[in-house]
């Protein structure tokens, strides 16, 4: 069965530190891999897709890093801010088929 | 700016009472998607539209019914709500289907409350 496990399932850091979110997924035949930021509230906003050949994207302090050999992926936020306080979900494409959503992690990061 | 636009942000409706939820989009994108998502999990696709193909997923309840009269508008039924029906509904868009590497653009939702 197509799965998208994330972790951990919530984080609070303090402002200015780094933190990594992890996504393991067994989806096959892989596509691509998205990583969306949601505030409370709000809806999705996408932050990066990587495909097969890709193995890191960036956006701003935002880097996202896949091994399609080991079937995971990470997001790393560099100096936290206030305003980074959302859930990150990861979503897994299959090919010529279906998006499969993570249950997110929620990060909360204190001042 | 080009967007997703859901109205209402909240909606409050009883037990079996029809209502619609609205979604318009100013990106002219192809295809149009209805989530559910409830408190602490991953949005559910219910259906979308390619186009003017409807797509729906096969474990969304009958009582689920969308329209998509022209490429910016699509509409979200729900004909006799539950008291399970309460969620959040997200509307997106995306340039290409599911299959495609093309982001999807969300909306800020509409919060359903069932009295």
């Known amino acids: 069965k197509n799965q998208v496990e994330q972790s951990p399932q919530s984080l609070i850091i303090l402002e200015g530190k780094n933190c990594t979110l992890q996504c393991n997924y067994t989806v096959s035949p892989f596509s691509n891999l998205r990583w969306y930021k949601q505030d409370t509230g709000r809806g999705p906003v996408s932050l990066t897709i990587m495909t097969f050949s890709e193995n890191t994207k960036s956006n701003g302090r935002y880097t996202a890093t896949l091994d399609a050999d080991t079937k995971q992926s990470s997001l790393h936020i560099t100096a936290s801010q206030l305003s980074d306080s959302a859930s990150y979900i990861c979503?897994?494409?299959?090919?010529?088929?279906?998006?499969?959503f993570g249950a997110g992690t929620i990060l909360r990061v204190k001042s | 700016d080009a967007m997703v636009i859901q109205n209402p942000r909240y909606q409050v409706t009883q037990f079996g009472k029809p209502v619609t939820l609205s979604c318009s989009q100013t990106l002219n994108h192809n295809v149009m998607y209805w989530y559910q998502q409830k408190s602490s999990q991953a949005p559910k696709l219910l259906f979308h539209?390619?186009?003017?193909?409807?797509?729906n997923e096969a474990d969304t309840p009958d009582n689920f019914q969308s329209r998509r009269p022209n490429t910016s508008f699509c509409f979200l039924d729900i004909r006799s709500p539950g008291l399970g029906d309460a969620a959040m509904y997200l509307c997106?868009?995306?340039?290409?289907?599911?299959?495609?590497?093309?982001?999807?653009?969300f909306g800020d939702g509409t919060r359903l409350s069932i009295l």
């Open positions: 997106a868009t995306s340039r290409g289907g599911q299959a495609s590497n093309q982001p999807q653009h």
């Open positions: 539209y390619y186009d003017k193909d409807f797509n």
């Open positions: 979503v897994v494409g299959e090919y010529g088929n279906k998006l499969v």
